[in-house]
Every structure is written in C-alpha cells, then in structure tokens.
C-alpha cells in the first residue's frame, strides 16, 4: 500500500504542473492555486480510484474525456472565470498524460477495456525513480510559488519529453541488438526493462534457452548475466 502511494507521486506531479501552467491567473491567490492542486490530484488519480472500487476501464483512452467531463462541471462550481471547456480539456489531459501514459510507460495498462483486455507497455521508467520525482517537486515548486514561472514549467515538461525520447530510442536500439545477436537461434521473445541502476535489463528467450542480463541506456555495453535452456 505504502509503495503504490509513493509511486502514484509522478501521476500526482505532472498532473498538478498541468493543471497550473494553464488554469492559474496571475492573480490568483495562494488557496486559489492550492484549492487547484488539490483537485487535480483527486483527478489525475480518478482512474486508480475507479479500479479500486472494482471499475476496470478507469484506464481505458475512451473514458478520459468523460472523467475530464465530470471534474470540468465539478470544478466549474467552485471557479466559474474557467470555461468549462477549457477545463474539460485541461482535466482530459491531465488524465491521460499525467495517469494514463505515465502508466504505459511504467507497469501497463489496458488502454481499450473492455474492448480488448489486453494491456499494453512500453516500460521506459520505474516509477520509484527518485530522481524523476525530486525534478517534478522542485518544478511544481517553481511553478506554484513564482507568478512568472510558466515558462519554468514549460521548460521542465519539455525536459521530461527529452528524456522519455532518449529513453525510447535507447530502448528500441537495445532490442534491436539483441534480436540480431540471437536471431540464428530462433528468437520468441525480448523483453526489456528499466532497472536499478538507471540502465536496462533484459530477457531473450529462444527456442532453446532463455538468456538474461543488463545494458548501459547507450547500449555500448550489454552484458550476459545467466543462459540456461528453456
């Protein structure tokens, strides 16, 4: 339980930077902005809510724009200078990039239940990843205490893209490796994965053997740790 609540703290993060960066006014007062950063943080873990109590599309795509609906009508009761649509949108994207693609990128997630049960992954980050999480404190900081500090925002957002990219293109160039290194034997499956020493690690399983081991995120130095038959 404890460990779910430190890993829903990105979903929290980015949700909170989002919800700042385009809902908040100059003007606006501290309790304001607290009373926002509050509210997003119940919406950008609505989805986590709905599974708990038993409902398993929470994170399902076509779901998103109508939470984002919801909190949008709710919220409009408590700040009316926000046009519902606006906040439709900003509470939709803070579910899906603040929850749903976080989760992607993560541990997985069903993106079109009940349609298809299959959960779909693309594992770039653990989402225990200390440093991830002291960089979004800090930014939600900047963004919350200094008036001008939009452009801080956008400049910590675009800093997140920047590593999922290199994240991303690390990770299909370590695939692509290994699928060359044992394609001769009959490749079934690579998987790969972030691990504790902001690397990767690996599993390759064959028709004969199942081989696991780490990388290095610029993939120069794969190394072998076990190689047992299947």
Same mark, same amino acid.
């Given at each position: 339980?404890?460990?779910?609540?430190? !890993?829903?703290?990105?979903?929290?993060?980015?949700? !909170?930077?989002?919800?700042?960066?385009?809902?908040?006014?100059?003007?606006?007062?501290?309790?304001?902005?607290?009373?926002?950063?509050?509210?997003?943080?119940?919406?950008?873990?609505s989805?986590?809510?709905?599974k708990?109590?038993?409902?398993?599309?929470?994170?399902?795509?076509?779901? !998103?724009?109508?939470?984002?609906?919801?909190?949008?009508?709710?919220?409009?009761?408590?700040?009316?200078?926000?046009?519902?649509?606006?906040?439709?949108?900003?509470?939709?994207?803070?579910?899906?990039?603040?929850?749903?693609?976080?989760?992607?990128?993560?541990?997985?997630?069903?993106?079109?239940?009940?349609?298809?049960?299959?959960?779909?992954?693309?594992?770039?980050?653990?989402?225990?990843?200390?440093?991830?999480?002291?960089?979004?404190?800090?930014?939600?900081?900047?963004?919350?205490?200094?008036?001008?500090?939009?452009?801080?925002?956008? !400049?910590?957002?675009?800093?997140?893209?920047?590593?999922?990219?290199?994240?991303?293109?690390?990770?299909?160039?370590?695939?692509?490796?290994?699928?060359?290194?044992?394609?001769?034997?009959?490749?079934?499956?690579?998987?790969?994965?972030?691990?504790?020493?902001?690397?990767?690690?690996?599993?390759?399983?064959?028709?004969?053997?199942?081989?696991?081991?780490?990388?290095?995120?610029?993939?120069?130095n794969?190394?072998?740790?076990?190689?047992?038959?299947?």
């Amino acid at each position: 339980m404890l460990l779910h609540l430190f !890993a829903s703290f990105p979903h929290l993060l980015i949700g !909170a930077i989002i919800a700042l960066l385009i809902l908040v006014n100059s003007n606006d007062s501290f309790k304001e902005k607290l009373f926002l950063v509050v509210f997003t943080c119940f919406v950008v873990i609505s989805p986590d809510i709905l599974k708990i109590m038993g409902i398993l599309f929470g994170h399902s795509l076509w779901l !998103a724009p109508i939470l984002g609906l919801t909190f949008a009508l709710l919220y409009s009761i408590k700040n009316k200078n926000i046009k519902i649509t606006k906040s439709w949108f900003v509470f939709t994207l803070v579910i899906l990039f603040g929850h749903i693609f976080i989760d992607y990128i993560g541990n997985g997630v069903r993106l079109f239940y009940p349609f298809v049960r299959e959960e779909f992954e693309f594992s770039l980050i653990m989402k225990l990843n200390f440093f991830i999480i002291l960089f979004l404190v800090l930014s939600l900081v900047f963004v919350f205490f200094n008036k001008k500090s939009k452009s801080i925002g956008i !400049a910590s957002l675009s800093v997140l893209l920047l590593l999922f990219s290199i994240l991303t293109v690390s990770k299909i160039h370590l695939e692509h490796s290994l699928n060359e290194e044992y394609k001769s034997e009959g490749i079934n499956m690579v998987i790969t994965y972030p691990n504790d020493n902001f690397g990767w690690g690996f599993q390759v399983r064959t028709e004969k053997t199942i081989i696991t081991g780490e990388s290095s995120i610029n993939t120069t130095n794969i190394q072998v740790q076990t190689k047992r038959e299947n």
